[in-house]
């Protein structure tokens, strides 16, 4: 009897783990969510579609955006001066067919919030830019969205 019960025991432990190994967790999920908004942010920020840019974003007075390179820095704070900060790039720039390469170093969710760590390199179309070491930070809006509210960009100078 012992034993029977110890193999039902065993074999269902088996099932729940091959199950869970199965179906992605919600973690996974918003993972992969958080990846694709921050990879789309980018790349709309380069074909300078302002609009798939703006839905990437929670628009919000805490929001922030900051870039450091070795010549400049620069930060907006609050969704409006983000917004306003950015018009003119939208209405002058030309889009550019780029290639986003990032190495994802951390991402960690605090429930309805995320941190987000990592190096970014853009190429093509003419831009040979360095690695960039930048940091996103987002919440989910009222749907259960992944939004961006807090950009940080540092430009590492090449060695």
């Not at 694709?36 to 302002?50: G, M, Q």
């Not at 900051?66 to 720039?93: P, R």
């Not at 991402?107 to 995320?114: E, F, L, N, T, V």
Request: aromatic fraction near 12%.
């Amino acid at each position: 009897m012992k034993a029977v019960l110890t193999f039902v025991v065993l074999s269902l432990a088996i099932q729940v783990a091959f199950a869970q190994k199965k179906k992605p967790s919600s973690t996974q999920n918003d993972v992969e969510a958080i990846k694709a908004v921050i990879v789309k942010e980018t790349k709309s920020f380069f074909e300078t579609d302002k609009d798939s840019w703006k839905s990437c974003w929670l628009q919000v007075p805490h929001a922030y955006w900051s870039f450091a390179d070795s010549t400049d820095v620069n930060y907006y704070e609050g969704w409006q001066n983000i917004e306003k900060g950015f018009n003119d790039y939208f209405k002058m720039s030309k889009p550019a067919q780029v290639q986003i390469e990032n190495r994802w170093d951390h991402i960690k969710i605090y429930g309805s919030a995320a941190f987000v760590h990592f190096r970014q390199k853009i190429l093509g179309d003419g831009i040979d830019r360095d690695e960039q070491s930048e940091i996103r930070i987002l919440e989910k809006d009222e749907e259960g969205n992944w939004k961006i509210i807090h950009v940080g960009v540092i430009r590492k100078p090449s060695s």
